[in-house]
């Protein structure tokens, strides 16, 4: 139903900080009920829910990563974002955004390699 795609960080050094952006079409992201995921998959392991802004401007997050973890957003723009300091090799994975209603639609991904 809505299109998202992910831009942003590409190679970012350890104890930097990733900053992506998820820009939304086809919908709003103020559309009451919908709401505003970061997902990422390191190589080799499984997907992981890193947090999420609702359709209000409220935020969770997991608990490994609320420390380092911020999800803001732009509605002008239909943007959010995502913004992940003190970054270690262990955050190298590809970052996803996922978003809408209860069907919910992902970005194509992007790759951030944290690299020396």
């Known amino acids: 139903q809505v299109q998202l795609q992910e831009s942003g960080s590409g190679l970012p050094k350890p104890s930097e900080t990733i900053s992506l952006t998820c820009s939304i079409s086809?919908?709003?992201?103020?559309?009451?009920?919908?709401?505003w995921e970061w997902i990422r998959q390191p190589p080799g392991k499984g997907l992981e829910w890193m947090g999420r802004i609702t359709w209000e401007g409220k935020n969770d997050y997991s608990p490994s990563l609320k420390s380092r973890a911020s999800i803001s957003r732009d509605t002008s723009k239909n943007q959010f974002f995502l913004q992940l300091t003190s970054v270690t090799y262990e955050d190298t994975a590809v970052y996803y955004c996922?978003?809408?209603?209860?069907?919910?639609?992902w970005g194509q991904g992007t790759q951030v390699t944290v690299s020396s």
């Open positions: 086809g919908g709003s992201m103020t559309t009451r009920g919908d709401y």
């Open positions: 996922v978003g809408g209603d209860r069907a919910h639609s």
